[in-house]
């Protein structure tokens, strides 16, 4: 059972995407948008998009942006 709120498969078709995986990862992984944009985006918090982007296997990137020299 799905007890999920959001239908990202839906959305993710209506925003003209194949599937919900290719929706989160040309948003996370290809236009580089943050958790925190994402989920202004969606109107979401960023708990659930970081629960659709693992459920996704999509991996996350470090933190620290343009300025983590680590």
């Given at each position: 059972?799905?007890?999920?709120k959001?239908?990202?498969?839906l959305?993710?078709?209506?925003?003209?995407?194949?599937?919900?995986?290719?929706?989160?990862q040309?948003?996370?992984?290809?236009?580089?948008?943050?958790t925190?944009?994402?989920?202004?985006?969606?109107?979401?918090?960023?708990?659930?998009?970081?629960?659709?982007?693992?459920?996704?296997?999509?991996?996350?990137?470090?933190?620290?942006?343009?300025?983590?020299?680590?």
């Amino acid at each position: 059972m799905n007890n999920r709120k959001y239908d990202w498969e839906l959305m993710a078709h209506q925003l003209d995407y194949s599937s919900s995986y290719s929706m989160w990862q040309d948003l996370y992984q290809t236009k580089k948008l943050s958790t925190a944009a994402i989920a202004r985006k969606f109107g979401v918090s960023q708990n659930t998009v970081r629960a659709e982007l693992i459920a996704a296997n999509i991996p996350f990137r470090s933190r620290g942006g343009p300025n983590n020299t680590k």
